[in-house]
């Protein structure tokens, strides 16, 4: 994988909180499969010293793969708190565009950069692809950098819940030490990794927006029998997305005209199978619990998560992206 050093970057699709007054409290809100709520997220299942987590809830919250939570009862969480204000937000934006700027060479050793010209990337090619392959105009969602915890208009979230997109405010947000995890942990240690994260997170905007999560949780409440059957498919189509954005990646543009990625390579896809496989629900239970429950699946076997993203990038095409068939 080769970035253009010389592409200019929007800053404005990134938010830095890292630093700033955010978190804490009772945590983001996961309900019960068919009810309706706020919030999700990608967890590391013992981050944190959490050990005494449970199963059912390390499969619920298990990692790359956000379980939408319906916008019906999400005012239900009332105020917040809000999100992180004053000096403390606003220099950190300050000093992201200062470090990302074209004309610092360095620049791209820096993951937060790095993570900024993703974000463009993906958000570029769906501003084009969205409109020409379903008629629908793209809103843009704002990536939101933080640290240790954050409040979202999902409830609050800690670091332990890793990268979530959150519907109730169109943000998706990381701690960009997941990836540190995500490599050292679960072995995903490629590049690439990083942008087929926030192209999965990305994926689920596009459902939010088409739709298709909403279609999932009315499945979902009339066949709840069937629900975490409903969640796979979810979460394996914004992996399906997540491959079909690495086809183009090559030919997104800045606002400018400007390439944004020089060159992909087979390598780089194979970093991203990688992470596919390393949070897969079969994966993530054998390292959890020694055993494989498929009941217990929410978001995918290893293999069907390779697949799906296997299937967009060797299609390029969203609407072969249909993992429900005709079940919603």
């Known amino acids: 994988m080769e970035l253009n050093e010389n592409a ?32 999700g997220g990608l967890p590391i299942p013992g981050l944190g010293g959490k050990a005494g987590i449970g199963l059912t809830v390390l499969i619920v919250l298990c990692l790359l793969g956000f379980l939408f939570l319906g916008r019906g009862n999400l005012g239900a969480l009332g105020d917040l708190g809000g999100l992180a204000s004053g000096d403390d937000t606003g220099s950190q934006q300050s000093d992201l565009g200062e470090a990302c700027a074209a004309g610092n060479p360095n620049r791209f050793d820096d993951p937060a950069c790095r993570n900024l010209l993703y974000v463009n990337s993906i958000q570029a090619y769906w501003q084009r692809a969205l409109p020409e392959t379903f008629g629908r105009p793209y809103e843009m969602a704002t990536t939101r950098y933080f640290s240790g915890a954050v409040s979202t208009g999902c409830g609050n979230a800690t670091s332990g819940v890793g990268p979530f997109y959150c519907p109730a405010d169109n943000h998706v947000y990381i701690d960009l030490s997941f990836y540190d995890e995500l490599a050292n942990r679960f072995g995903a240690r490629g590049q ?30 009339r066949d709840p029998a069937n629900a975490n059957a409903y969640s796979v498919m979810l979460e394996l189509q914004a992996d399906c997305y997540a491959g079909v954005w690495a086809k183009a990646a090559t030919q997104t543009t800045s606002a400018t005209g400007q390439a944004l990625f020089k060159s992909l390579t087979p390598q780089d896809i194979q970093e991203a199978l990688e992470a596919a496989a390393a949070v897969g629900d079969d994966t993530i239970q054998k390292r959890s619990t020694g055993r494989v429950d498929e009941s217990a699946f929410t978001h995918g076997s290893a293999q069907q998560r390779q697949q799906w993203f296997n299937q967009g990038y060797t299609t390029g095409d969203p609407k072969q992206c249909n993992t429900f068939g005709n079940a919603i």
């Not at 905007?205 to 949780?217: I, K, N, S, W």
Request: charged share 20%; net charge negative; no cysteine.
């Open 8 to 39: 200019d970057l929007d800053t404005n699709q990134v938010e830095d909180m890292r630093g700033s007054r955010g978190g804490g409290g009772g945590g983001l809100r996961f309900p019960s499969p068919g009810s309706s709520g706020g919030g």
């Open 192 to 221: 690439f990794a990083q942008p087929y994260v926030l192209a999965h997170e990305y994926g689920h905007h596009v459902q939010a927006l088409l739709g298709t999560e909403a279609a999932m949780r009315r499945a979902q409440q």
